[in-house]
């Protein structure tokens, strides 16, 4: 509710200031614009008044035009700063502080663009490798960065609903994409100039919704392109997004996180568990809803008591929580193979009570493996108990709110809403990882690919700006099991393909990823490597 507050109040504010000089929401304090070409500046106000921007001793003036558009060009600038941005108006002005002329990178994609340094509240666990060692070393107020809003638009907007230039410190880069701000980072102490990113990205995103409605219609025959509306209204778009993204972030919390008090309670021994359905772990076949908890009784013998023991729990598909006794054993994302060490002093001589709370946001959970892979055993094998039959399952004991379109996935919708009001501020490149949405359609990929890239040069009207972009790194070994995923490697050929184009370029990644997560902590690899792209291709 705090946040839809929030985001009303913006939105009066938005909505009130019609007539008001203003310029383009990605003009704010602390902005870094791009050195060496000249620079756009643009935004709204009076119809036919005269606009005029100065920045150090350069000024330049425009006239609005019949709707009170209005646009200049300043000079060329070296690196430097900080400088101040002043907008005067026939009685309005506005004076941004603490400008820095530098280079400014266009960062998009899916999730592992947008991967937080502190990790996402709805995926827990999930900071970036050595996260508290590296947020100390955070500190540098040359790097600015400006994260876009989520915002999905059936047509193209004129401007952002919100947002601003943030200087790089420990509070700000918590939330920022992890594999932006080590490219950042990297750039900025090797070229000593003042770096910023513009962070445009949205997870479980295909690439269709990041083109333009001209791009995507050269693929008509293979998508569902959207109708465009004969009538918009902005107002009831906005808040209608605004509450649904709301309830989406409520629902992934909910899914995540069990309701308090809950493990506790199943996890006590005298549990009243007869109405629940009775599993085994070898029904593959079985979906179950969105939120399951398993439950197990386990009769161990004293002698065994006396060491430490491993639990072997298949493949959990996607987040897994383990508890035996009442004591986390352990968390887990993904399918991967669950194996868990179980401490001596947790283990009881007689009953004890495994559980596991397991949840897919996107699909029902589940679970598979072979019948070797449920077991508890001592760490000598000498003894091996199978734990795949009676389980006690249900998944109606926690109620989420109902899965509500976000539009996040509309063929053109983010570029309407996320991208097109960014365009044309001035930039260096594009740095891009995206492609996981995508993996079904490896070969229609590969054309959309290189037509966003050609579609986004042509946008920005800077020439052939240079487009780096990330190899995915996903192999997804569980593939073994369910030959759901083969497809991995024909997407990375599909990117490769993009390299025909000049001045882009491939960051490999397929030897560092994680075969078990598709976001792996390990970005500074990931930035690294693409500041060393940047430094071959766009600084040679």
Known sequence: MRRIIIALTLLFQFFICFGQIKTAKIFSDNMVLQREIKIPVWGKATPHEIITVRLNSAVVSATTSDSGSWIVYLPEFDAGGPFSLIVKGRTDSLVYKNVLIGDVWFASGQSNMEHPMAGWEFIPHSAVKNYKEEILDSDYPEIRFFTVLKFPAPVEQDDLIRGKWEIANSESVAGFSSTAWFFAKELSQKLKIPIGIINCSWGGTPISTWMARESLEHFKDSLNLPDIPDKFNQKEWTLKIMELLEKNWERRNQISYPVAGLPEEINRNDFEDSSWNTYTLLDSNKKFGNIVWLRKKLVISKSLTKQKLKLSLGFLNRQSQIFLNGTELGYFQYPKPIIVDIPRDLIHPGDNILTIRLTNFLRGAEVFGNGEQFFISDFDSLLFINIAENWKTNDQIEQIIPATENFSITPTYLFNGMVAPVIPYGIKGFIWYQGESDVKRPYLYAQMFQQMIIDWRSQWKQGKLPFLFVQLSYTYESHIIN??????????????????????????????????????????????????????????
Not at 503 to 513: A, E, L
Request: with cysteine; hydrophobic share 40%; aromatic share 6%.
């Open 483 to 540: 030959k759901k995923y083969d497809s991995w490697c024909l997407l990375r050929e599909a990117q490769q393909k993009a390299l025909l184009l000049p001045k882009t370029g491939m960051v490999v990644s397929i030897d560092i990823g994680d075969p078990f997560d598709i976001h792996p902590k390990n970005k500074q690899v990931i930035g690294h490597r693409l500041a060393i792209k940047a430094l071959e291709i766009a600084y040679d």
